[in-house]
């Protein structure tokens, strides 16, 4: 049974820092591009961050300097480092992991999210 499960949301005021986890179980880890998407209420969902099996990384325009996606492959686990954090960052942050395989239908996995809430 495939589990990826996000932790280290939360709320925290402009500018201040947030790291999220993601623990993945029941997937070889390492074989995976992992990668945080984010939802706002009323918006559709938002590709943050990727990171592939080779930790070649990409990031949305919108947090290209602020964040940092990272793996542990030793320890099955994702991270996004989130700085510099704005009102416009509130949403649902979920952790997928994906891969393009020869034959058959492409492993696609997703966590159930943690809320990051920026406010004053």
């Known amino acids: 049974q495939v589990q990826l499960v996000e932790s280290g949301g939360g709320v925290v005021q402009p500018g201040g820092s947030l790291t999220l986890s993601c623990v993945a179980s029941?997937?070889?880890?390492?074989?995976?591009?992992m990668n945080w998407y984010r939802q706002a209420p009323g918006k559709q969902r938002e590709l943050v961050a990727e990171?592939?099996?080779?930790?070649?990384?990409n990031y949305a325009d919108s947090v290209k300097g602020r964040f940092t996606i990272s793996r542990d492959n030793a320890k099955n686990t994702l991270y996004l480092q989130m700085n510099s954090l704005k009102p416009e960052d509130t949403a649902v942050y979920h952790c997928?992991?994906?891969?393009?395989?020869?034959?058959?239908?492409?492993?696609?996995?997703w966590g159930q999210g943690t809320q990051v809430t920026v406010s004053s």
């Open positions: 997928n992991a994906h891969k393009i395989v020869i034959f058959g239908i492409n492993p696609d996995y």
């Open positions: 029941g997937i070889i880890f390492s074989t995976y591009t």
């Open positions: 990171i592939t099996y080779g930790s070649n990384t």
